[in-house]
């Protein structure tokens, strides 16, 4: 929903601060440049208007008193009940006055009430003093720079960038990404940037963790469970005070999340020779709604491939990131809010092949992983090794992988989605990655999610009276980007095309690779 820009710099001027601000006014164009200071440092706010279109929830905002002020990016759709749970006295209809008024009675134990996606900072005004927290798996993102007590948050990265005295980058993150794609344990592509943990918060400048995905064995849910939860996570990402839409690619996550959304506008891209319309076309027949198909050329995706690095300034991970952002551009004629499917693979092994792999292996073996995930040709061990580190010890090869998954590789997915989509202005929204469906299906055997080795078994049961049969039926394809033909006059020619990706994100950034 928004942008936020927060230091403690004191060396940091006003015009300085405004000027790194407003490199990310596309998050916030409703109300952008808006600056307080306080004993706390200097916040600044872009406003996409999502709850509340008045004015009188601009941020950053004040309490009654004056003495604490948040900015916040992000939604919690339970605000309402949580407001007449905690009896608040509202002056609002915003997410953002719940959000400060909880923290106001509860502390940190507030974000385990909270159903949503955010990334949020609060100060004290007369001590000086900040809170800062993100929701739990990251769909929000943060990013934070710190020297001794002086620190920086900001949703991207290029407004940190704006306010460091010097970059440098980080070879360890490099190293990350040309063989994984993206980016794992906070770090970035520079050095002193960081990725503010998901699941976390800061209070009197530590680091504490308050939720993460749940160890062990559990039995599966009822049927009944699982619809109720995802009907549930749609209906709450249902609210808003805009118009919502609904991505369609005519695979089984999207069709379930578009029919359960019931909103007119649903949305597909690709280019004439590489799509997935026909499949589209059936599920929006279905439903009824009234269904767009965005058309993107080579030369169009080099050209905004090149036009998204360069004003991220850092490198693209999946390149379907581009078809993203041009189908978003074409949704905010319609829609301020999108219904997305990520996370549906992470939940029910939708990747099936690495998925098996790790079922039927006994001990891990990294090269077997390397072979089955990696991105980038080339071999680095101790770069995978420290990607997997934080999962190592969950015993089993199923239960690594799929923690890896279900936390660090959607990490990097969530990242994409937001960037391709409020670099557009437009808010998007992932019912699969609602933290009550991660916690159920925590644990649960690969019998149940690939049931007689049927990939996501349960969902197509489950949602068999909104799934077209032919959609069932259909075997899963990746979202259509031909590399090869895009690339095959660029790089090596023993490059894969996934390594001649990587390397012209990392050429546009003029970085040696």
């Known amino acids: 929903m928004c942008g936020i820009l927060f230091t403690n710099k004191p060396a940091i001027t006003k015009d300085r601060f405004i000027s790194a601000l407003m490199q990310m006014d596309h998050r916030g164009p409703d109300a952008a440049e808006c600056y307080a200071e306080s004993g706390a440092g200097k916040l600044g706010h872009n406003r996409l208007k999502i709850q509340d279109l008045d004015n009188r929830s601009n941020q950053p905002f004040a309490s009654e008193d004056g003495r604490h002020q948040i900015i916040y990016n992000g939604e919690i759709y339970n605000f309402h009940e949580l407001a007449q749970k905690h009896r608040l006295e509202l002056r609002t209809t915003s997410d953002t006055e719940v959000l400060l ?103 009197n400048g530590l680091i504490h963790r308050y939720w993460e ?111 993203l952002y041009k189908m978003t551009r074409a949704v905010k004629q319609f829609n301020t809010v999108v219904l997305s499917g990520e996370g549906a693979d992470e939940l029910f092994f939708g990747y099936d092949r690495i998925y098996r792999w790790a079922n039927a292996c006994p001990k891990f073996n990294l090269r077997e992983f390397d072979a089955g995930y990696s991105y980038g040709s080339h071999r680095d061990d101790e770069v995978i090794e420290d990607a997997l580190a934080p999962f190592m010890d969950r015993g089993r090869t199923i239960d690594i992988v799929a923690a890896f998954f279900q936390v660090a590789h959607l990490h990097g997915l969530l990242r994409r989605v937001d960037n391709s989509t409020m670099r557009c202005s ?13 916690k159920r299906l925590a644990g649960v055997p690969l019998a149940y999610r690939m049931q007689d080795g049927v990939v996501k078994a349960p969902l197509k049961r489950i949602f068999a009276d909104i799934l077209p049969p032919s959609i069932i039926e259909r075997k899963k394809v990746g979202f259509p980007v031909d590399l090869a033909t895009i690339f095959k006059d660029f790089g090596d020619e023993n490059d894969s095309s996934m390594d001649k990706w990587l390397k012209f994100n990392l050429k546009v950034l003029q970085i040696e690779n």
């Open 101 to 203: 008024k909880l923290y106001l009675k509860l502390g940190a134990e507030m974000l385990n009430e909270l159903n949503g996606m955010f990334a949020f900072i609060i100060v004290n005004q007369q001590t000086g003093k900040f809170f800062v927290a993100r929701d739990r798996l990251g769909i929000k993102p943060l990013y934070h720079t710190q020297a001794g007590g002086q620190h920086a948050f900001s949703s991207e990265i290029a407004p940190l960038l704006t306010l460091s005295e010097h970059t440098t980058i980080d070879e360890v993150g490099l190293r990350q990404y040309k063989k994984l794609r993206t980016f794992f344990n906070g770090r970035t592509l520079y050095q002193g940037i960081s990725m503010f943990p998901a699941g976390s918060y800061m209070e």
């Open 213 to 323: 995905l749940p160890r062990g064995d559990q039995e599966p849910p009822t049927d009944e469970e699982v619809r109720h939860l995802l009907e549930s996570a749609v209906r709450y990402r249902r609210i808003s005070d805009v118009e919502v839409g609904s991505y369609l690619s005519g695979g089984v996550d999207s069709t379930i999340i578009a029919g359960l959304s019931h909103k007119p506008h649903t949305w597909t891209v690709g280019s004439e020779s590489n799509n997935e319309f026909e499949w589209a076309r059936i599920a929006a027949a279905k439903f009824g709604s009234t269904h767009h198909e965005v058309l993107i050329t080579d030369e169009e995706f080099l050209e905004l491939a090149k036009d998204l690095i360069l004003t991220r300034r850092e490198p693209l991970s999946v390149p379907n990131e581009v078809l």
């Open 426 to 438: 437009v808010e998007a929204r992932v019912p699969f990655v609602d933290h009550r469906l991660v």
